[in-house]
């Protein structure tokens, strides 16, 4: 089981529970740490309009 | 490390709790508005809007069931949004024309917002998703029982009333069908009226303008009398003038007739039809006397006698003097008509009897001198 929050002594040492980031909101290929402590790989690539434009052109 | 104030890595007894230093994700890698932690556990929060500008482009791939990969591309342009704060219900989320997260700020209100301060309601700016509505106090006003003057108000909060007077007035209409005076029907107001009348009249014609007065109800006939005008005709009138009767500025003017008349010429004739006397021993003037109203030439005649048979004696007529000329001499001792003609006068001159009784104290009579343009 993954950890996402890590506790020491009272003190949060670490804590990403909160975090939002999915796969499906992080760019293709970047890795990232989501709220359940899984590793997260990015999913999701950018281009600009122009070059989605020149697919269809 | 001492410049991190963050944790990216927890090793608890040699196990690795959480490892972030691998991660790779970073503002511009994670979409807009989504959290996470970056390699140096620093929290950082996604700017990434994909294409340019306020367009969002993302590319997704799944696998399918067959061992491929689906790739699904959704292009979504953001340029024309016109989303705002200002313009969205609180809570609710969008993105702006230059793909920046905004959430609204219109908050939701009910009828419980509304607030009432005497006849003014307040409604504050919101969205309201249903009817609201707020009650506010009925009131009441008391008619004053009496009104001073024109008008009076009544005021309750902030409402005013205006009640204005009205006055019933009864007009004292005469038999002739004019009013005379009015009575008002509250016996706190008073009224007076009157009308000046004009009796019946007869207006004579004159020589200059006449008029009725104005402003006046008349009460009897106003009769101008008519102008008579039946001797006013062209042979009465002597030629060439013009007699006329009314205004010339008048169309209309009764009359206006231009003489036809040219009779003969008149003839002048003057009399003296009393009697002096004269007692006298010398030459002297009588009473008898006339002046000549035309310049003409005339035919004179005077009548003479004495009382008695005392010698001679005589009459003169004398023109404007004693010392003008001596008309006539006339000598007798009996009374007679003495009779001059062809005598040129001119309008003005006076013409006097003067008698003669010789040397003696004796008296002589004249009388009727007549005188008759030829």
Do not use: C
Not at chain 1, 27 to 39: I, N, P
Not at chain 2, 23 to 41: E, I, M, R
Not at chain 2, 81 to 109: C, F, P
């Amino acid at each position: 089981m993954a950890i996402s929050k890590v506790i020491l002594n009272g003190t949060v040492l670490m804590d990403v529970t909160e975090d939002t980031v999915t796969a499906d909101k992080l760019l293709y290929g970047e890795q990232a740490t989501g709220a359940d402590g899984q590793k997260v790989t990015g999913t999701v690539t950018a281009i600009s309009e122009a070059f989605i434009a020149s697919l269809f052109s | 490390m001492a410049n991190n104030p963050y944790k990216n890595k927890v090793i608890y007894n040699g196990t690795t709790l959480l490892d972030l230093t691998g991660d790779t994700v970073a503002p511009d890698k994670l979409l807009l508005g989504y959290t996470a932690h970056d390699a140096s556990g620093a929290p950082i929060v996604g700017t990434a809007s994909g294409g340019s500008g306020g367009s969002a482009i993302t590319i997704v791939d799944t696998p399918d069931t067959h061992g491929g990969t689906i790739r699904t591309i959704t292009a979504v342009s953001l340029e024309d949004d016109t989303v705002e704060a200002s313009v969205m219900l609180s809570g609710y989320t969008a993105h702006d024309s230059q793909g920046q997260a905004v959430t609204g700020t219109i908050s939701t209100k009910t009828s419980s917002d509304l607030t009432a301060s005497g006849a003014t309601v307040t409604v504050p700016a919101g969205y309201y998703a249903s009817q609201a509505s707020k009650a506010v106090a009925s009131g009441s006003v008391t008619a004053p029982s009496s009104i001073s003057g024109t008008s009076a108000t009544v005021s309750t909060g902030t409402n005013t009333l205006t009640l204005t007077k009205s006055v019933s007035v009864t007009p004292n209409v005469t038999t002739a069908g004019y009013i005379s005076s009015g009575t008002a029907g509250n016996a706190s107001v008073s009224l007076t009226a009157s009308v000046t009348t004009q009796a019946a009249q007869t207006i004579y014609p004159s020589s200059s303008d006449q008029s009725i007065a104005s402003g006046r109800y008349l009460t009897g006939a106003q009769t101008i009398k008519a102008v008579t005008t039946s001797n006013l005709t062209a042979a009465n009138i002597k030629s060439g003038v013009t007699v006329q009767v009314g205004d010339s500025s008048d169309p209309d003017r009764v009359l206006s007739v231009t003489g036809t008349y040219s009779g003969g010429s008149s003839k002048n004739v003057q009399m003296y039809l009393g009697t002096d006397s004269r007692t006298a021993n010398s030459y002297g003037a009588t009473a008898v006397t006339l002046t000549v109203a035309k310049t003409g030439i005339y035919n004179v005649s005077w009548t003479a006698w004495r009382s008695s048979s005392q010698g001679t004696m005589g009459t003169n007529l004398h023109r404007n003097s004693t010392s003008g000329t001596n008309q006539q001499t006339w000598t007798s001792t009996y009374g007679q008509q003495i009779e001059l003609t062809n005598q040129s006068y001119t309008a003005g001159d006076v013409l006097t009897l003067y008698a003669t009784s010789g040397s003696n104290s004796r008296t002589i009579n004249v009388a009727n001198l007549i005188i008759e343009e030829q």
